[in-house]
Protein backbone atom coordinates (compact mmCIF):
# COMPACT_ATOMS: atom_id res chain seq x y z
CA UNK A 1 0.00 0.00 0.00
CA UNK A 2 0.82 3.45 -0.67
CA UNK A 3 1.59 6.42 1.97
CA UNK A 4 0.15 9.64 -0.04
CA UNK A 5 1.55 12.04 3.04
CA UNK A 6 3.75 13.50 1.14
CA UNK A 7 2.03 14.18 -2.00
CA UNK A 8 -1.59 14.80 0.10
CA UNK A 9 0.93 17.55 2.22
CA UNK A 10 1.30 19.43 -1.15
CA UNK A 11 -2.68 19.02 -2.43
CA UNK A 12 -3.63 20.34 0.68
CA UNK A 13 -0.87 23.45 0.85
CA UNK A 14 -2.13 24.38 -3.03
CA UNK A 15 -5.89 23.99 -1.92
CA UNK A 16 -5.60 26.16 1.04
CA UNK A 17 -3.23 28.48 -0.64
CA UNK A 18 -0.41 27.56 2.53
CA UNK A 19 3.27 26.89 2.25
CA UNK A 20 3.95 23.46 3.38
CA UNK A 21 5.39 25.15 6.69
CA UNK A 22 2.68 26.87 8.00
CA UNK A 23 1.85 26.12 11.51
CA UNK A 24 5.56 25.14 12.21
CA UNK A 25 7.27 27.05 14.96
CA UNK A 26 11.16 28.79 14.68
CA UNK A 27 13.54 26.79 14.21
CA UNK A 28 14.43 26.97 18.06
CA UNK A 29 11.32 25.07 18.75
CA UNK A 30 10.35 27.94 21.17
CA UNK A 31 7.22 28.91 18.36
CA UNK A 32 8.43 32.87 18.92
CA UNK A 33 7.42 33.32 15.61
CA UNK A 34 5.22 36.90 15.14
CA UNK A 35 4.15 39.28 13.11
CA UNK A 36 6.10 42.68 12.40
CA UNK A 37 3.82 45.22 11.22
CA UNK A 38 4.18 48.13 9.54
CA UNK A 39 2.00 50.53 7.51
CA UNK A 40 2.88 52.91 4.54
CA UNK A 41 0.86 54.52 2.02
CA UNK A 42 -2.47 55.54 4.13
CA UNK A 43 -4.90 58.21 2.50
CA UNK A 44 -8.19 59.41 2.49
CA UNK A 45 -9.77 61.58 -0.83
CA UNK A 46 -11.92 64.31 0.55
CA UNK A 47 -14.93 62.89 1.00
CA UNK A 48 -17.84 64.13 -1.33
CA UNK A 49 -20.00 63.67 1.40
CA UNK A 50 -20.71 65.39 4.85
CA UNK A 51 -21.17 61.74 6.19
CA UNK A 52 -19.08 59.35 5.08
CA UNK A 53 -15.41 58.62 3.45
CA UNK A 54 -13.22 55.77 2.56
CA UNK A 55 -9.88 55.14 3.34
CA UNK A 56 -6.80 53.16 1.36
CA UNK A 57 -3.20 52.11 3.15
CA UNK A 58 -1.14 49.33 3.06
CA UNK A 59 -0.01 46.99 5.74
CA UNK A 60 3.19 45.09 5.35
CA UNK A 61 4.09 42.33 7.87
CA UNK A 62 8.07 41.50 7.92
CA UNK A 63 7.85 38.75 10.42
CA UNK A 64 7.53 34.90 10.56
CA UNK A 65 3.43 34.80 11.56
CA UNK A 66 0.33 35.90 10.10
CA UNK A 67 -1.59 38.27 11.87
CA UNK A 68 -5.43 39.56 11.63
CA UNK A 69 -6.91 42.83 11.33
CA UNK A 70 -9.96 42.78 13.96
CA UNK A 71 -11.64 46.30 13.49
CA UNK A 72 -10.57 49.92 12.59
CA UNK A 73 -11.38 52.69 15.19
CA UNK A 74 -11.14 56.84 14.08
CA UNK A 75 -11.93 59.56 16.37
CA UNK A 76 -13.54 61.46 13.52
CA UNK A 77 -16.28 58.89 12.72
CA UNK A 78 -18.75 57.02 14.58
CA UNK A 79 -18.30 53.93 12.98
CA UNK A 80 -15.31 52.82 10.58
CA UNK A 81 -15.58 49.33 8.67
CA UNK A 82 -13.77 47.24 6.57
CA UNK A 83 -14.93 46.53 3.25
CA UNK A 84 -14.33 43.95 0.54
CA UNK A 85 -15.14 45.27 -3.65
CA UNK A 86 -15.73 41.90 -5.32
CA UNK A 87 -17.02 41.67 -9.15
CA UNK A 88 -18.37 45.07 -8.45
CA UNK A 89 -20.10 44.54 -5.45
CA UNK A 90 -19.02 46.01 -1.87
CA UNK A 91 -19.73 43.77 1.53
CA UNK A 92 -18.73 44.23 4.93
CA UNK A 93 -15.44 42.67 5.43
CA UNK A 94 -14.61 40.38 8.13
CA UNK A 95 -10.99 40.07 10.07
CA UNK A 96 -8.52 40.22 7.20
CA UNK A 97 -5.55 38.24 7.07
CA UNK A 98 -1.87 39.91 6.98
CA UNK A 99 0.10 37.17 5.86
CA UNK A 100 3.49 36.51 6.99
CA UNK A 101 6.08 38.24 5.11
CA UNK A 102 2.92 39.26 3.12
CA UNK A 103 0.72 42.49 2.52
CA UNK A 104 -3.07 43.59 3.14
CA UNK A 105 -3.49 45.87 1.08
CA UNK A 106 -6.53 48.72 0.69
CA UNK A 107 -7.12 50.30 -2.13
CA UNK A 108 -9.53 51.80 -4.49
CA UNK A 109 -11.84 48.84 -6.01
CA UNK A 110 -10.84 46.25 -3.44
CA UNK A 111 -10.04 46.16 0.69
CA UNK A 112 -10.97 49.80 1.58
CA UNK A 113 -12.33 51.35 5.13
CA UNK A 114 -15.39 52.73 5.03
CA UNK A 115 -15.53 55.75 7.68
CA UNK A 116 -19.86 56.66 8.13
CA UNK A 117 -20.94 59.19 10.69
CA UNK A 118 -18.44 61.89 10.38
CA UNK A 119 -18.22 63.87 12.96
CA UNK A 120 -16.75 66.71 10.66
CA UNK A 121 -16.01 67.22 6.78
CA UNK A 122 -12.35 65.97 6.26
CA UNK A 123 -10.39 68.48 4.18
CA UNK A 124 -7.13 68.12 1.92
CA UNK A 125 -3.49 68.83 3.96
CA UNK A 126 -5.12 67.76 7.25
CA UNK A 127 -5.03 64.30 8.92
CA UNK A 128 -7.72 61.48 10.36
CA UNK A 129 -6.45 59.53 13.51
CA UNK A 130 -7.37 56.10 12.47
CA UNK A 131 -6.27 53.02 14.85
CA UNK A 132 -5.88 49.41 13.20
CA UNK A 133 -6.95 46.75 15.92
CA UNK A 134 -4.94 43.40 15.32
CA UNK A 135 -5.38 39.60 17.05
CA UNK A 136 -1.61 39.56 17.46
CA UNK A 137 -0.36 43.18 17.44
CA UNK A 138 -2.41 45.07 19.27
CA UNK A 139 -3.27 48.52 18.27
CA UNK A 140 -1.64 50.35 15.21
CA UNK A 141 -2.23 54.02 15.06
CA UNK A 142 -2.17 55.88 11.93
CA UNK A 143 -2.54 59.63 10.50
CA UNK A 144 -4.15 58.93 7.27
CA UNK A 145 -3.28 62.14 5.28
CA UNK A 146 -6.51 63.59 3.47
CA UNK A 147 -5.84 64.14 0.05
CA UNK A 148 -7.94 65.56 -2.76
CA UNK A 149 -11.01 64.01 -4.10
CA UNK A 150 -9.40 62.87 -7.26
CA UNK A 151 -5.60 61.84 -5.59
CA UNK A 152 -4.03 58.98 -7.21
CA UNK A 153 -1.09 56.75 -5.44
CA UNK A 154 0.00 55.70 -8.87
CA UNK A 155 0.73 59.29 -10.08
CA UNK A 156 0.98 60.80 -6.35
CA UNK A 157 -1.53 63.64 -7.69
Sequence with gaps: MRRPTAAAAVMAAA???????TGCGSSSGTGDA??????HSAYMPQPVSATMAAGFL????????????TSVTSTEAED??????????????????????????????????MFDQLKSAPRQGRTVPVEL???ES????????????????????
Aim: net charge positive; no cysteine.
Design 80 to 113: VTVHRTSGGVMKEAGPLTVPAHGRLVFRSGGNHL
Design 58 to 69: TVENKGDAKDEL
Design 133 to 135: HFA
Design 138 to 157: GTVKVEMPVKSATYNPATGH
Design 34 to 39: KPELSV
Design 15 to 21: LTGTGLL
